[in-house]
């Protein structure tokens, strides 16, 4: 069965990196695309963006630009968001998610359990 | 580019239906028909309920069901069953190859 197995809790100082990552099981990982979701606590869904496992692309949301790393490693079929230098408001669980259909990224069907990422000092 | 209008609220009673709306900029959901609704229980992933306006994904209740009109789509809970009762969220493509979340509604069942 699919699956989207997300890494643990993180928590980390203001300034640091932090790399989140998202393996996928039960399907051909380069099919479908995978999306990152921001969910700040309390807070609404927020779309990230979205990579292209085929290819590798990335393509960021506004307000995701610049510290924020879409990146694969299809040998393990596994995403990752990598976040650098860390603000408070950073602090949120941050999704992964499986593309519905091949050949579209706009919505998703698998998602990972989430990784709550705490940004204190 | 701003969220998606979503109401914070709705409610109703078991088996009666309610409505949730969201609402679309100039380009998002008036211009495409890629809008989807996501259900969320506390500390849960979301869950997709519609895709491309209207569709159900495979093992979704029919008593939800997606429509659109103009700037406006909309999901509806019919037969409303306690297990219904969480956050739901609407999402759109905005063009430009950007994809919008409404701000979601808490749906209580009474």
């Known amino acids: 069965q699919v699956q989207l197995v997300q890494s643990g809790s993180e928590l980390k100082n203001p300034g640091a990196s932090v790399k989140v990552s998202c393996k996928a099981s039960?399907?051909?990982?380069?099919?479908?695309?995978v999306t990152w979701v921001r969910q700040a606590p309390g807070q609404g869904l927020e779309w990230m963006g979205w990579?292209?496992?085929?290819?590798?692309?990335?393509t960021y949301a506004q307000g995701f630009t610049g510290r924020f790393v879409f990146s694969l490693d299809t040998s393990v079929s596994t995403a990752y968001l990598q976040i650098n230098n860390l603000k408070a408001e950073d602090t949120a669980v941050y999704y992964c998610?499986?593309?519905?259909?091949?050949?579209?990224?706009?919505?998703?069907?698998?998602w990972g359990q989430g990784t709550l990422v705490t940004v204190s000092s | 580019q701003s969220a998606l209008t979503q109401p914070p609220s709705a409610s109703g009673s078991p088996g009666q239906s309610v409505t949730i709306s969201c609402a679309g900029t100039?380009?998002?959901?008036?211009?495409?028909?890629?809008v989807s609704w996501y259900q969320q229980h506390p500390g849960k992933a979301p869950k997709l309920m519609i895709y491309?306006?209207?569709k159900r994904p495979s093992g979704v209740p029919d008593r939800f069901s997606g429509s659109k009109s103009g700037n406006t789509a909309s999901l509806t809970v019919s037969g409303l069953q306690a297990e219904d009762e969480a956050d739901y969220y609407c999402?759109?493509?905005?063009?430009?190859?950007?994809?919008?979340f409404g701000g979601g509604t808490k749906l209580t069942v009474l």
């Open positions: 998610a499986r593309a519905f259909s091949p050949d579209q990224w706009l919505d998703f069907d698998y």
């Open positions: 039960g399907y051909i990982f380069t099919t479908y695309a």
């Open positions: 990579v292209n496992t085929d290819t590798g692309n990335p």
């Open positions: 100039s380009s998002a959901v008036r211009g495409y028909s890629y």
């Open positions: 491309e306006v209207n």
């Open positions: 999402s759109s493509y905005a063009g430009s190859h950007n994809l919008l």
